[in-house]
């Protein structure tokens, strides 16, 4: 059968990409190279179950090891530790230990939920900053897909608190659910750094706190009404405050894409699991993209498949930044530019935390929600990376692991048990802070996926292999993050136990680096992008505004590797926006 579009990838992108496109009446096939657990209630309940039982809490922690569609530090299901297999990522440079989830879902399935908007001069960062370079396309030119997007998704937010940094809404606009109810915490981090400023390149930012735009679901606003759980719909109307939205939400208050692809039109739409694409076929007279090869398999357990092809009019490349950056390059496609694969990008996160002096309320609601979004964008870009902060409620999760490692300490190295050991978690976990640094990375070159033919999977297909590291620019930022944590810290009295050297970072699996004589540690947000950027050029670009690459005119490629720089915020938003837009123009394609 020939199919009107063909998607590779079930995650955010494609999922917005399928939906639409079955209601404009286009036969669309979805192929996922994952399992479908989560698309039933007793499917996702089989993850939570897996999350319950992990002694790791990792992110990977409810999603097992599938040998035939691996992703970064994926646990085994008999013993709750990563896979003896070795490392799916290869990687050369530094340390980059970020994660997401080939499942159908993607890694919506676990992430934080964050929605934040680009800023108008995110966009012109050559322009303004001589920094990076300027996107093809403006925030004004986004701002309805944004708006588009946030209703899709069903975002809770105030568009009060986001109206920062010259990020602008049309008159009368609002979130779909109001914001998420910010925690005590965030209250008392807000009340402490209130008149508190920072003065950079002769400008003075004062700090705030703010809540966070996010895609789960809260009171709604009129016109609205938040999609509950896939299978059990009367799940998840409301957050109900569990703690471990990462790296999984109990309720499914929080959106994932199953909740998308439950909404397409069901007879327009097929969905294909536990098929992996290997190759893009391309036609080498006219360039046009003929099919896509891909291996089915029916046992995780075997290696056993079939190879089977998949043929339509336009073809959508909608996997992860990795993912979709290995296919281009096994098929020799999209790649005049020689762009693919490269300027990578990615938030290496600064974690700072300590004790404060009173309960706050640590591990209570959503994992975040509010930030210090001041130090977002300011002539010191010209200079250095600029950052968002996020204020966790999980305590010190993050940076050790806990409570669990608190537990695992007190019993083993104190011999605390019974009342004595509740009485010490009790008067130490609620008052945990930590504050995460999101740091700006700028498009390099240098910064790359690639592949080679001896490291592949069970299946035979390409492992990425990462080419990662940290330029002074980042650094700089960084630096500048570590110096304003510690005002804070010193303003509110909290006790500073943030620790940064080459063997924490070896004995936690995260990055380090020594910038004018000082030690900073970095962690991944998982925030990854580029590889396939767009641009106004195909001598530069891989993609064009319209999403469309530019070698192969029915071949379009969607996701946060189309980003030209990546700026602060969490990158869904964005994506989801120009998913939407890659759906407008691919149905005008159509006819």
């Known amino acids: 059968m020939k199919y009107d579009v063909v998607i590779v990838g079930g995650g955010v992108a494609g999922s917005l990409l399928a939906k639409q496109l079955s209601w404009a009446g286009k036969h669309v096939l979805l192929l996922e190279a994952g399992l479908n657990l989560a698309g039933t ?42 896979s003896t297999e070795d490392e799916y990522i290869v990687s050369k440079g530094m340390t980059y230990p970020g994660s997401y989830v080939r499942q159908l879902g993607g890694t919506s399935l676990h992430w934080t939920g964050t929605m934040l908007r680009l800023m108008p001069n995110d966009f012109r960062m050559a322009t303004l900053y001589g920094q990076g370079r300027d996107w093809p396309i403006s925030y004004d030119d986004l701002n309805p897909y944004y708006n588009r997007a946030e209703w899709e998704i069903g975002v809770s937010g105030d568009v009060a608190d986001q109206s920062i940094g010259g990020i602008h809404f049309d008159q009368g606009y609002q979130y779909p659910m109001q914001r998420i109810p910010v925690s005590y915490m965030d209250q008392r981090v807000g009340k402490a750094l209130d008149g508190m400023t920072v003065e950079e390149c002769g ?60 909404a397409a039109k069901k007879e327009n739409l097929e969905v294909s699991t536990q098929s992996v694409a ?39 490349i909608s996997a992860h930044v990795f993912e979709t950056a290995k296919l281009l390059l096994a098929s020799q ?49 010209k200079y250095r990376a600029a950052w968002r902060c996020d204020l966790s409620n999980g305590g010190w999760a993050y940076p050790t692991g806990a409570p669990v490692t608190t537990v695992q300490q007190l019993v083993d190295n104190e011999n605390a048990f019974g009342k004595g050991l509740r009485d010490q978690l009790a008067s130490t976990q609620p008052r945990q802070i930590s504050l995460q640094f999101l740091t700006e990375q700028l498009p390099e070159s240098t910064n790359r996926i690639t592949i080679d033919q001896t490291q592949v999977d069970q ?21 500048a993050a570590r110096r304003l944590s510690k005002r804070i810290f010193a303003r509110m009295g909290v006790a500073d ?16 680096f020594e910038y004018e004589g000082e030690g900073f540690g970095y962690w991944a947000a998982g925030h990854y992008a580029g590889s396939h950027r767009m641009g106004s050029s195909r001598a530069d670009s891989v993609v064009n505004p319209r999403q469309q690459t530019w070698d192969h005119e029915n071949l379009y490629l969607v996701g946060a590797g189309n980003f030209c720089t990546l700026g602060t915020p969490n990158p869904t938003l964005t994506l989801s926006a120009l998913a939407l837009w890659a759906a407008d123009n691919i149905i005008k394609d159509l006819g």
């Open 41 to 82: 209630w007793d499917g996702y309940d089989s993850y939570l179950q897996n999350f319950y039982t992990q002694w790791l809490k990792t992110d990977q922690a409810p999603y097992g090891f599938n040998p035939n569609a691996r992703f970064p530090q994926s646990l085994t299901q008999n013993d709750g530790k990563p």
């Open 203 to 262: 400008q003075e930012f004062t700090l705030s706190v703010r809540s966070l735009p996010q895609a789960r679901n809260s009171t709604p606003n009129d016109g609205y009404r938040p999609a509950g759980a896939v299978g059990r719909p009367d799940y998840g109307q409301r957050c109900e405050g569990h703690a471990n939205c990462v790296p999984i939400c109990p309720v499914q208050a929080k959106y994932n894409s199953l909740k998308t692809l439950t």
């Open 278 to 316: 290997s190759k893009i076929n391309i036609d080498a007279a006219s360039g046009r993209v003929t099919g896509i090869q891909y291996k089915a398999y029916k046992d995780t357990k075997s290696a056993e498949h079939t190879v089977e092809v998949a043929e339509g009019t336009i073809y959508v």
């Open 333 to 381: 496609a999209a790649n005049s530019s020689g762009q693919v694969g490269r300027n990578l990008m990615s938030h290496p996160t600064l974690l700072a935390w300590g004790t404060m002096p009173e309960n706050v309320g640590a591990f209570r609601g959503p994992i975040v929600t509010s930030g210090m979004e001041s130090m977002r964008d300011g002539e010191f870009r």
């Open 459 to 479: 299946l035979g297909n390409y492992l990425p292999i990462l080419h990662y590291g940290l330029s002074d620019y980042t650094k700089a930022g960084i630096a």
């Open 497 to 512: 136990a943030s620790t940064y050297s080459a063997a924490y970072a070896q004995l936690t699996d995260q990055g380090y």
